[in-house]
């Protein structure tokens, strides 16, 4: 499976079938201007504008934004309920994580969660591969609250979101934090915003994948 990073929590992952997921799709005034993106499916984790952008994608893809299973060919979507924020949703509420299964891989895109996942939402999510997680504090978990997460989930690649980089518009933490607590896990910084990963070339020793956003041309 291909991934490739647009910047936030949106990510184009590409099954060896062809089939192309764009997740959480963000506005321009995000700073990051995405636009006519190929897709079959979109996904969106909760209905903020930068998270929401379906006018992001060319066509007219699938839309999920709902908790349930969808089967797309070889490939199974789950939305899963979380909240947004540590109240239960009262400051912000709800976000779905989507469990995304294909090419041998078991994904997990956690959208804007906002609390450290409790014991029955682990175990509907089950074994993960590799783990699209929010970094950046402020709306979202930070990097301490994301290492916890990757420990109950334990994904052998973890690739942090929803941080501040040079295009985005408002402030969140950086990736360093997360790097800086990494502890075991081996960081491997691409300096691109496309990597693929297959069953056979996760890495052994668990991991921390950091890409370089994307620019729509």
Not at 13 to 38: F, V
Not at 148 to 177: K, N, S
Not at 181 to 200: F, H, K, M, Q
Request: with cysteine.
């Amino acid at each position: 499976m291909q991934f490739k990073w647009y910047g936030h929590s949106c990510f184009l992952l590409t099954a060896s079938n062809g089939t192309r997921i764009l997740t959480d799709p963000c506005a321009p005034s995000t700073g990051y201007r995405l636009h006519d993106i190929a897709c079959d499916i979109v996904t969106s984790s909760h209905a903020h504008y930068d998270h929401n952008y379906f006018a992001a994608a060319s066509g007219t893809p699938k839309r999920l934004s709902a908790e349930g299973v969808s089967v797309q060919g070889d490939l199974r979507i789950t939305g899963i309920p979380s909240f947004h924020d540590g109240n239960g949703g009262a400051e912000r509420g709800g976000n779905l994580i989507f469990l995304i299964e294909g090419d041998g891989l078991r994904v997990a895109h956690l959208g804007d969660l906002g609390h450290r996942l409790p014991g029955e939402t682990v175990a509907r999510i089950g074994p993960v591969d590799v783990l699209l997680c929010p970094v950046g504090g402020t709306y979202t978990i930070d990097a301490r609250a994301a290492l916890a997460v990757a420990e109950a989930l334990r994904p052998r690649v973890l690739i942090p979101m929803h941080y501040q980089t040079d295009a985005l518009a408002f402030r969140l933490d950086g990736v360093d934090a997360l790097l800086q607590a990494a502890g075991r896990r081996s960081v491997r910084r691409l300096n691109d915003s496309v990597c693929r990963i297959t069953p056979e070339t996760l890495p052994q020793q668990d991991s921390i994948f950091v890409f370089s956003h994307a620019v729509c041309d």
